[in-house]
């Protein structure tokens, strides 16, 4: 199952620039993506899809039979419980890294949640800034999480909705914070499987961005990541990471041994693309660093809930191509709806401003909540 894993992952060295839009001096949100008869009638494409197909349909049989083997999942389980206690922690401490270098970084030109996202307003550091401070205090961590929903809606206000899918991981960390605070480690399962969710679609969505929108990604290949090329043409190495990336989020959400391999295997790629892309890639994937070097050490929770480990076991080696035809739709739909009507265009704004007004309002009604409980706790005492 490992072997398969690598294999697959060897076609592409490096596909560590999973968000090219950050780069690429041709990114237009309002461009029109390549024809899904153009995609589907593409030989590299097919040929691609077939080959990951079947490295995917081996990698699930060696899961399974991994996946049988009683002392393997005992010491998985250990380990599960001995890092699961710690995961709220690493990922807050994550967080208030990246928040904090984001507001130092790009206080010239301030950004609202990443490098590509342009906030336009002077005061963005401060609300970054406030974001760390508050993660770093558990009352903090709920104002922290609102604000971090506001950012993710005011940046869906500025750039579209179908952009920000992207970025669900945003918003699977701030599930997890959430949960742990509300209801400590009875909802920690919960948690954590939204975050896998969030992680393993943000990663296929972008991977479907390097089939529809390949010019975006030709020109991070060609410029700077050459080494990714390794004897390929471009086109070949856009479709290749695109079903690399895909395949290993595909194992990171219905992998059982193979989930944690799978994560690692990503990680090591956005690490190793940082000596060639720079400080911009080093600080921009800091949450996705993070949260995959937790599922590298912890359990699938997904396939403990017995109705989705009826569906994985059920569909078997249909459901990778189930997931790409489910992918390629969800794309092309979501696209198409952002620019069908005027009507679809104004609902991201108005459920921004509402974010923002339930973040105020949330800030100031826990911070009330905290002044009056201390002072009944005060009292009683």
């Known amino acids: ?35 899904l008869d153009r995609l589907l009638a593409s030989h590299g494409f097919l040929a691609m899809f077939l080959l990951t197909l079947a490295v995917v349909v081996a990698s699930q049989f060696a899961d399974r039979r991994l996946a049988a083997r009683q002392a393997l999942q005992r010491f998985l389980a250990a380990a599960d419980l001995k890092t699961a206690r710690f995961v709220p922690w690493i990922i807050r401490l994550g967080l208030v890294v990246y928040f904090t270098s984001i507001a130092l970084y790009f206080r010239a030109e301030p950004i609202i949640l990443t490098p590509e996202l342009k906030s336009g307003v002077s005061w963005m550091p401060m609300v970054q800034l406030a974001i760390a401070c508050g993660l770093l205090l558990r009352r903090g961590v709920m104002p922290a999480c609102v604000l971090i929903v506001a950012l993710y809606g005011y940046a869906a206000h500025r750039y579209g909705w179908v952009h920000m899918l992207d970025y669900t991981f945003f918003l699977g960390v701030v599930a997890l914070l959430s949960l742990e605070v509300l209801y400590g480690e009875r909802r920690a399962g919960v948690g954590m499987l939204v975050l896998r969710i969030t992680v393993a679609t943000s990663f296929m969505w ?37 079903f690399v990336e895909l395949a290993l989020a595909f194992f990171i959400l219905f992998g059982r041994t193979a989930a944690p391999t799978a994560a690692v295997v990503l990680l090591s790629f956005l690490l190793a693309a940082i000596p060639f892309v720079g400080p911009v890639d080093a600080i921009g994937h800091m949450p996705l660093v993070v949260a995959l070097a937790v599922l590298a050490v912890t359990k699938n929770h997904l396939l403990l809930v017995g109705s989705a480990r009826q569906v994985v076991t059920r569909l078997g080696a249909f459901l990778f191509p189930t997931t790409v035809v489910v992918l390629l739709v969800s794309y092309y739909y979501s696209h198409a709806a952002a620019i069908a009507s005027g009507a679809l265009g104004h ?34 005492g």
Do not use: N, Q
Request: charged share 10%.
């Open 1 to 35: 199952m490992r072997s398969g894993l690598l294999v697959l992952a060897m076609l592409v060295p490096s596909l560590a620039s999973a968000h090219v839009k950050w780069f690429a001096a041709s990114w237009d949100p309002s461009a029109a993506p390549v024809g």
């Open 347 to 380: 609902w991201p704004a108005t459920l921004s401003h509402v974010a923002l007004a339930a973040a105020a309002g949330y800030w100031a009604t826990y911070a009330l909540y905290g002044v009056v409980a201390e002072r009944r706790s005060h009292l009683a």
């Open 206 to 242: 972008v991977a479907a961005e390097k089939w529809i929108y390949p010019d975006w990604t030709h020109e991070i290949l060609s410029s700077l990541l050459p080494p990714v090329l390794t004897g390929f043409d471009v086109h070949f190495s856009c479709t290749a990471a695109g």
